[in-house]
């Protein structure tokens, strides 16, 4: 089963609203969580790593006044788009990383596609 | 900064056909390489990784990749493929950094479609 519950998978929102995505880890408590996104055709793209109790790092070119990131326990980080446009519909995955495991070891969510109208 | 090249966006192949799906990164230091599988409408699963030693590497459900320095390539390998098998394949890298190997970076994807 998952180990890595995303919320919701889809969500489809009018211009100017903001949306939350949850990312909840199941199995294990996790410290870090990551957050990517994945335009059609593209690779997926590493926007920040959410550190719990404390802050986000934000990969270059992600405004993070825009994509807000919250990991407020172990078990859950959200990342909220604020003011959503059309250009920020996109397909937005997390994942999480169990304590002490390397970077490969990563427990991926199904993805939340997002369309903003 | 390293980069992923999967030159196949999408490869058919026949049941019981062999299969290679190719890998390319670019970087100027040792990484580390992995391949993941996405079955559609899940979440990405590590089906390999290659770490160090060994260049060749095997999955539990017949998959083989060989790490190749000198061509800067991780291709990805069935002798058999399943109709199971039908998925999205991504080819990552991670690099070191000063805090460890912290980030993945990842190819494109390469939709693999077995038919019968």
């Known amino acids: 089963g998952a180990v890595v519950s995303q919320h919701p998978s889809r969500v489809i929102c009018k211009s100017g609203t903001s949306v939350k995505i949850e990312c909840r880890s199941l199995?294990?408590?996790?410290?870090?969580m990551f957050w990517y996104r994945q335009f059609p055709k593209k690779s997926l793209m590493l926007m920040a790593t959410s550190n719990e109790g404390s802050k986000a790092t934000y990969e270059q070119g992600v405004e993070k006044d825009k994509f807000l990131i919250n990991h407020a326990s172990l078990t859950l980080s959200t990342l909220t788009v604020t003011s959503a446009h059309p250009e920020d519909s996109s397909f937005y995955i997390c994942?999480?990383?169990?304590?002490?495991?390397?970077?490969?070891?990563?427990?991926f969510g199904d993805g939340t596609r997002l369309s903003i109208l | 900064a390293q980069s992923v090249t999967q030159l196949d966006s999408q490869v058919p192949v026949f049941e019981e056909a062999p299969v290679e799906l190719r890998c390319n990164y670019s970087?100027?230091?040792?990484?580390?390489l992995f391949w993941y599988v996405q079955y559609p409408n899940q979440g990405l699963q590590l089906l390999l990784k290659?770490?160090?030693?060994?260049?060749l590497v095997e999955s539990i459900n017949g998959f083989e990749a060989e790490f190749n320095k000198s061509q800067t390539s991780f291709h990805l390998r069935k002798p058999s493929v399943h109709i199971s098998d039908t998925a999205e394949y991504f080819c990552a890298v991670s690099e070191p950094q000063d805090t460890g190997f912290q980030k993945l970076v990842f190819g494109t994807g390469t939709r693999l479609l077995v038919s019968p």
């Open positions: 290659y770490l160090s030693g060994s260049t």
């Open positions: 994942s999480a990383r169990p304590p002490g495991q390397g970077i490969w070891a990563q427990h």
């Open positions: 199995d294990f408590q996790a410290t870090t």
């Open positions: 970087s100027s230091v040792s990484v580390y």
